[in-house]
């Protein structure tokens, strides 16, 4: 029986597991921005999963690590490729009763979960060729236009629809984040790299200390003091 089991837990079993906690090839449109925060009824997190939240980020790595045991504990010492298939289907039956239990939950995001999905699949030594799909493929109504009215028209850049750090959707990996900037008017005098670096206000902030970056902190005083070379 439990080679039979064995036998039966393919690459493809997995895959549709990993892409069914991550909510890949959803054939239902999404409802719009709105509905989906304010839906009645619904239960709402009373704070949304950010990457950036440190305590969230500490609660994905231990599901993760979790997880990863429950795949030790079932492969054991065994090499067998078809054990470690059967140890990560069972670590993901895991991680989907964790995400179905947060997406009931009143105070939980499922997308914590989620996220230690991708962490345990990235991390854990399993040697199988699972994909974590790019978020075009996960979510798609997240990097397109809306299709009921919310969105941007057909005809202008799908970026519009985004204004927030993301997944960059070309890529297959969830670590690595965009964000869009737009200027929103031109300053009166361009300010010169050595003008920042010579000015007794700007020469400490991170812009005249540190290699550029696309986005640099600036204290209030020295962005009011950029504004004014600026002639702004």
């Known amino acids: 029986m439990a080679e039979q089991l064995r036998n039966r837990v393919g690459i493809d079993d997995l895959q549709q597991q990993v892409d069914a906690a ?21 239960p709402q997190p ?25 795949a030790e504990e079932v492969r054991g010492s065994s090499e067998d490729p078809a054990e470690m298939r059967v140890a990560v289907g069972a670590a993901l039956e895991k991680a989907t009763g964790a995400i179905a239990e947060m ?11 989620r996220h230690a999905v ?12 699972l994909r974590i799909h790019g978020l075009e493929a996960r979510e798609p109504w997240l990097v397109m236009p809306s299709r009921n009215g919310d969105g941007p028209p057909a005809t202008a850049n799908p970026e519009e ?32 790299l050595a003008q920042v670096k010579a000015d007794a206000v700007l020469k400490t902030s991170d812009l005249a200390r540190l ?17 004014k070379l600026a002639g702004a």
């Open 211 to 227: 290699p550029r970056l696309s986005v640099m902190p600036l204290s209030d005083a020295q962005f009011q003091r950029l504004l």
């Open 118 to 129: 991708k962490l345990f699949l990235t991390h854990y030594q399993h040697e199988l060729p």
């Open 46 to 70: 009373s704070r949304r999963f950010s990457a950036f939240h440190l305590p969230d980020v500490q609660r994905a790595k231990e599901l993760a690590a979790e997880w990863m045991n429950v």
């Open 103 to 113: 997406e009931t939950a009143p105070d939980l995001d499922a997308n914590l979960a």
């Open 22 to 42: 991550l909510k890949l090839g959803s054939a239902e449109s999404p409802p719009a921005l709105h509905e989906m925060l304010i839906e009645e009824g619904a």
């Open 161 to 192: 629809s985004l204004r927030w750090f993301r997944e960059d959707p070309k890529l297959n990996d969830p670590k690595r984040l965009v964000f869009d900037l737009e200027a929103k008017r031109a300053l009166p005098t361009p300010v010169t």
